[in-house]
């Protein structure tokens, strides 16, 4: 039964420290997203992926956000430093594309951020 | 702006009714829109997809429509039971071979046995 990982499923860290969540995509999916939820925003993309390279991560705040794909087995997403106001669940969804068939989603069970 | 609407409030309905949940959309052309199912401290599950050439996809009890027209997707659950009580999002997804979605902030559906 494939399934997409994420570690860890809870992360509780004060203000200014480093905060590195991490996917595993179900092997063979060609597309990865992170996304954040929150109660006032809902489901936000932070960065997609696509065969391991980014492709849009216009909704990631770049001066403390980054995410990678170092390998098709493994994406990251760091947040340095780390603000309150980052306290969210953090989502890692992946997908296989296929022309313009439509690319349904497997998301992870998600990373439940606390910046205190 | 792009923007998708789904009721905030829960949707309360006895056990065996039809729940019909609703997505509206505006500044959208999208090719596709897809239906997810989220229960509480869980990832969202996909349900189903929608092209913008359909009218009406169905799935067991499940069935989805699309106006394109009305810029509106209808989502009904018929024979609804207790354990489809969640949250429903929908996810509208631009033509160009983009396959970036944007959700809907969802509905919550609360089935009274």
């Known amino acids: 039964d494939a399934r997409v990982t994420q570690t860890p499923r809870d992360k509780v860290t004060e203000m200014g420290q480093e905060v590195t969540m991490r996917c595993q995509p179900i092997?063979?999916?060609?597309?990865v997203f992170w996304y954040r939820q929150t109660m006032m925003q809902g489901l936000e993309l932070l960065a997609y992926?696509?065969?391991?390279?980014?492709?849009?991560d216009s909704g990631m705040p770049k001066d403390r956000f980054s995410a990678e794909m170092p390998d098709a087995t493994l994406a990251t997403l760091k947040i340095q430093p780390s603000e309150p106001r980052d306290s969210a669940v953090y989502f890692c969804?992946?997908?296989?594309?296929?022309?313009?068939?439509?690319?349904?989603?497997?998301f992870g069970p998600g990373t439940r951020l606390t910046v205190l | 702006s792009q923007k998708i609407e789904q009721n905030s409030e829960a949707l309360n309905i006895q056990e065996g009714k039809t729940a019909t949940l609703t997505c509206n959309y505006t500044n959208y052309s999208p090719a596709y829109l897809q239906w997810y199912r989220q229960d509480p401290g869980r990832g969202p599950v996909f349900l189903l997809l929608i092209r913008e050439n359909e009218k009406e996809k169905r799935k067991e009890r499940l069935k989805v429509t699309f106006d394109t027209t009305l810029k509106q997707s209808l989502f009904h659950i018929t024979a609804s039971q207790p354990a489809d009580s969640a949250t429903y999002l929908c996810?509208?997804?631009?033509?160009?071979?983009?396959?970036?979605?944007?959700f809907g902030r969802g509905t919550s559906l609360i089935v009274h046995p």
């Open positions: 996810a509208l997804t631009g033509p160009g071979g983009s396959y970036i979605p944007t």
């Open positions: 969804a992946s997908g296989q594309a296929r022309g313009l068939a439509g690319n349904e989603q497997f």
């Open positions: 092997l063979g999916h060609n597309t």
């Open positions: 992926f696509r065969n391991r390279a980014p492709l849009d």
